[in-house]
């Protein structure tokens, strides 16, 4: 029997291109969209409608889960359901070896050195054609904030403004080979651009300094969660307001980034995970115990590189 095949991405710039570029080469029957702490949840609904050969891309397994993967992995081996999994956050050592149990029918890739869609792009042996390299190109620009394209801040801002009606639309033009819809530059014109420059403005205003023992932490408070974390901490910066750790709080959790720390790390203590630099913590957590581990661990950063302020 031929099998049933479905794909699971994250909804940014990354995930819709690695969504792309897996469902060009496999055809599934059904291409859905995440958020990272969904990603169980649709795994298992995409199982239960009786796929499987499941693909995800750009999203991590939530530590908190691992019980559920592994009852989950459990079930997908009786009835023979392959998963493929392609990402390119941190993933902790107990996700690693819970997985590496079930080898014989999940595969998984993570490589924090590069974006999913090109990792997508390798793992396939996708040719490396003009639109391919587009969407690669696009990821590279949203996820690592390069600042190249004024296309990847049409996205990046669409896609958090709006749920997963819009999210789906531009899957559906990035199908078709469509990179910049004109749908989606009319919506951002006229609808995303001033909202959403008004709210950065307006998070900035109310972002508070917090210094202690020389270690500065920038708080943004209770920020509009269609607001790019990246994006506050790069308009801040170029105001000519840097600190060693940056926080922007938002009512459903947090993003932490740093040049100093692994923030990572903190994060993973939190439930959260994510990258050295950029990571993220579902929930609500108190503030001033996560302050007083960021001044901690700049602390201890300084001694092991001698760093003098
Ligand atoms: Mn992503």
């Known amino acids: 029997m031929p ?15 690695s969504n792309v570029l897996i469902s060009r080469y496999i055809n599934p029957g059904k291409q859905v969209l995440s958020s990272v702490t969904s990603t169980f949840k649709y795994l ?11 693909w995800v891309a750009d999203l ?6 691992l019980r559920n993967y592994e009852e989950l992995f459990k079930a997908m081996h009786a009835r023979g359901c392959l998963v493929r999994w ?25 490589d924090p050195s590069t974006v999913a869609a090109d990792l997508v792009a390798n793992y396939l042996g996708v040719v490396r054609d003009r639109y391919t390299n587009m969407l690669i190109d696009l990821a590279f620009d949203d996820d690592w904030f390069q600042g190249r ?11 958090r403004f709006y749920k997963w009606d819009i999210r789906y639309r531009a899957l559906e033009s990035l199908m078709k080979g469509d990179v910049a819809p004109q749908w989606l530059l009319e919506l951002y014109r006229l609808e995303v651009k001033n909202v959403y420059e008004n709210l950065i403005r307006e998070a900035i205003a109310r972002a508070e300094l917090v210094e202690r023992r020389g270690v500065k932490i920038l708080v943004f408070q209770d920020v509009d969660p269609r607001v790019h974390p990246g994006e506050l901490i790069h308009v801040a910066e170029k105001n000519g307001i840097f600190s060693h750790v940056y926080i922007v709080r938002y009512p459903r959790g947090l993003s932490l980034r ?9 994060a993973l203590k939190y439930g959260g ?4 630099r950029i990571a993220g913590i579902p929930g609500k957590i108190n503030l001033e115990t996560l302050l007083g581990e960021i001044v901690k661990s700049v602390e ?3 001694i092991r590189s001698h760093y003098i302020t």
């Open 300 to 302: 201890e950063s300084r």
């Open 44 to 54: 298992k609904n995409v199982y239960e409608e009786g796929y499987d050969e499941i």
């Open 3 to 17: 099998k049933k095949r479905a794909v699971v991405t994250h909804w940014d710039l990354d995930g819709l291109a």
């Open 149 to 159: 394209y004024e296309l990847t801040t049409v996205y990046r801002r669409v896609l």
């Open 273 to 276: 995970g994510g990258h050295r």
């Open 60 to 65: 991590n397994p939530q530590p908190g889960e």
């Open 86 to 110: 392609l990402d390119h956050h941190l993933w902790p050592v107990e996700v690693e070896e819970a997985f590496s149990k079930f080898r014989d029918i999940v595969s998984y890739m993570n």
């Open 258 to 266: 740093s040049e100093y720390i692994d923030v990572s790390k903190l």
